[in-house]
Nanobody
Framework: TLQLVESGGGSVQAGGSLRLSCAAS????????MGWFRQAPGKEREGVAA????????FYADSVKGRFTISQDSAKRTVYLQMNSLKPDDTAMYYC???????????????????WGQGTQVTVSS
């Protein structure tokens, strides 16, 4: 089975930066998409960024465009989320997710992903 382990969360002041990492191990070996999602208390889980691993095409939620960058190290089966200019609204539990099938539409929809990590907390204070 596939395991996804996130790291890099923490507390930061508004305007600061954090870098999240997600390392994949186990099967399936070929992951078509890897993504980051977040869930704030009382809110639904939402897609933040996703990466199509065959060509590294990226997808972002409008709320994070220009501030967050998703990238991968395919050799290490690791995906990163560089978060800059953080805002208090970015406070949430951040989850790494992966999918081995092709996603035709709604690439940032949580229900398109079958594999999930345990999450890492990001807290941004004003």
């Amino acid at each position: 089975t596939l395991q996804l382990v996130e790291s890099g969360g923490g507390s930061v002041q508004a305007g600061g930066s954090l870098r999240l990492s997600c390392a994949a191990s186990g099967y399936p070996v070929n992951l078509t998409y890897m993504g980051w999602f977040r869930q704030a208390p009382g809110k639904e889980r939402e897609g933040v960024a996703a990466l199509y691993t065959p060509n590294r095409r990226t997808f972002y939620a409008d709320s994070v465009k220009g501030r967050f960058t998703i990238s991968q190290d395919s050799a290490k089966r690791t995906v990163y989320l560089q978060m800059n200019s953080l805002k208090p609204d970015d406070t949430a539990m951040y989850y790494c997710a992966a999918e081995s099938s092709y996603i035709m539409r709604w690439k940032l929809s949580p229900n398109k992903y079958n594999y999930w990590g345990q999450g890492t907390q990001v807290t941004v204070s004003s």
